[in-house]
């Protein structure tokens, strides 16, 4: 939803709305709501030229390259909510990709930055999977990106999202972001979360 080809968007949505059908609840969320939403973002994907217009708005929203606040709406990037250091935070996400061997995704319709949140969900993927397949020490770096980097600024993104969105799945995102955040801040206090959620929000 972040990341991938319009024909891709579809089917990210559908995942994206299983899987956190399983989340955990919070007082705050509206699930009828976000479950509406979800329905509607798939449907509107469906339509003709609805996953077009989607990643147009996309790329006004977000840009295709650097966010420009004088030709894009919202900045998809970490540092634009929480560090004012940008050159100190993008060495930190350079030298922490480096580390856990993972590289930023080539993505077709535009380059996306270190700090991009489509990026930074994929790299949560890529430790997640390292844990899966028994390499238990990405879990502590899961766990420690997820904190510091992904779990407090995710929430203002989405809320920013939220008020910018026009298209149906776009606004979906933001509603399912905001819950995925949540939901993976209770569960990385007992243990490690599933993939799913992640690869289609990155998607």
């Avoid at 977000?62 to 560090?83: K, R, V």
């Avoid at 020490?137 to 929430?155: I, M, N, P, Q, S």
């Amino acid at each position: 939803m972040l990341l991938a080809r319009p024909e891709s968007l579809r089917d990210a949505a559908s995942r994206v709305l299983l899987a956190t059908s399983g989340c955990r609840s919070f007082d705050y969320l509206d699930e009828e709501q976000i479950r509406e939403a979800g329905l509607h973002a798939i449907e509107a994907l469906a339509a003709r030229n609805g996953a077009a217009s989607y990643a147009e708005e996309r790329a006004w929203l977000f840009g295709e390259g650097e966010f420009d606040p004088f030709l894009n709406s919202m900045s998809p990037a970490e540092s634009t909510y929480l560090a004012s250091d940008c050159e100190s935070l993008r060495r930190t996400l350079e030298s922490t990709y480096s580390m856990a061997g993972y590289k930023v995704p080539k993505c077709e319709l535009f380059e996306p930055c270190l700090g991009h949140m489509g990026v930074e969900l994929d790299f949560m993927r890529h430790c997640l999977e390292q844990v899966a397949w028994g390499e238990d020490r990405y879990a502590t770096l899961a766990r420690g990106f997820f904190g510091d980097h992904l779990r407090d600024w995710g929430v203002l993104f989405a809320v920013v999202l939220r008020d910018k969105a026009r298209h149906p799945a776009l606004l979906y995102l933001s509603y399912a972001l905001d819950k995925f955040i949540a939901c993976e801040s209770a569960v990385f206090r007992h243990s490690m979360p599933g993939l799913c959620v992640q690869r289609s929000l990155t998607e």
